[in-house]
């Protein structure tokens, strides 16, 4: 099977700061790429699909990049209510894996 | 609005079975869309089960395959989880939820059920 991993595991930075998160394939997924917000406490919400396409109703500041095996998800400039753990998930083949999380808060 | 809710016992013996039904509302299965169940042990990562059709057809997790059936039955527009001879390692949050269009990913959930597995 293939396998997610994500870096780093956690972060810290300052409002309005632009943060990057990274996940990479263990082997080619092309495109098939999901990123997911899940807030403490709450249920994981579809954040961006084919790597790079925006779920309607994600704020711009949100943005996905790559292919392959190396993808990328940015936030341009980070609001308080970002706080949560990202998610990478792909999806090109069953098993529909999921990266380990990035968690994300505020320096 | 397409909304999804899980439910089936919280707590389950060690051996027993782990049976959970989610109830969707806003929309009929039988319209479309796999439907699918993930777990999240506390404190930890998400994890696909399984997935169904509204014809039955499935994908289940390989490494729950032999342990695991997914149902679904559209006249109540529900689908169902059960998995077998449990361990305390299943213990974890269940959510029930649809797949976005042809994408194997998961654009609406339920709110998440613990199910603790302990004698």
């Known amino acids: 099977d293939i396998q997610m991993t994500q870096s780093p595991s956690s972060l810290s930075a300052s409002v309005k700061d632009r943060v990057t998160i990274t996940c990479r394939a263990s082997?080619?997924?092309?495109?098939?790429l999901a990123w997911y917000q899940q807030k403490p406490g709450k249920v994981p919400k579809l954040l961006i699909y084919?790597?790079?396409t925006l779920q309607s109703g994600v704020p711009s500041r949100f943005s996905g990049s790559g292919s392959g095996t190396d993808f990328t998800l940015t936030i341009s400039s980070l609001q308080p209510e970002d706080v949560a753990t990202y998610f990478c998930?792909?999806?090109?083949?069953?098993?529909?894996?999921f990266g380990p999380g990035t968690k994300v808060d505020i320096k | 609005q397409v909304q999804l809710q899980e439910s089936g016992p919280g707590l389950v013996k060690p051996s027993e079975t782990l049976s959970l039904t989610c109830t969707v509302s806003g929309y009929s299965i039988s319209s479309g869309y796999y439907w699918g169940w993930i777990r999240q042990p506390p404190g930890k990562g998400l994890e696909w089960i399984g997935s169904?059709?509204?014809?039955?057809?499935?994908y289940y997790n390989p490494s729950l395959k032999s342990r695991i059936t997914i149902s679904v039955d559209t006249s109540r527009n529900q689908f169902s989880l059960k998995l077998s001879s449990v361990t305390a390692a299943d213990t974890a949050v269940y959510y029930c939820?649809?797949?976005?269009?042809?994408?194997?990913?998961?654009?609406?959930w339920g709110q998440g059920t613990l199910v603790t597995v302990s004698s």
């Open positions: 939820a649809r797949t976005h269009g042809s994408n194997w990913v998961f654009d609406y």
């Open positions: 084919a790597a790079s």
């Open positions: 998930q792909k999806y090109n083949s069953a098993p529909f894996t």
């Open positions: 082997q080619g997924i092309s495109n098939y």
């Open positions: 169904i059709y509204h014809s039955g057809s499935t």
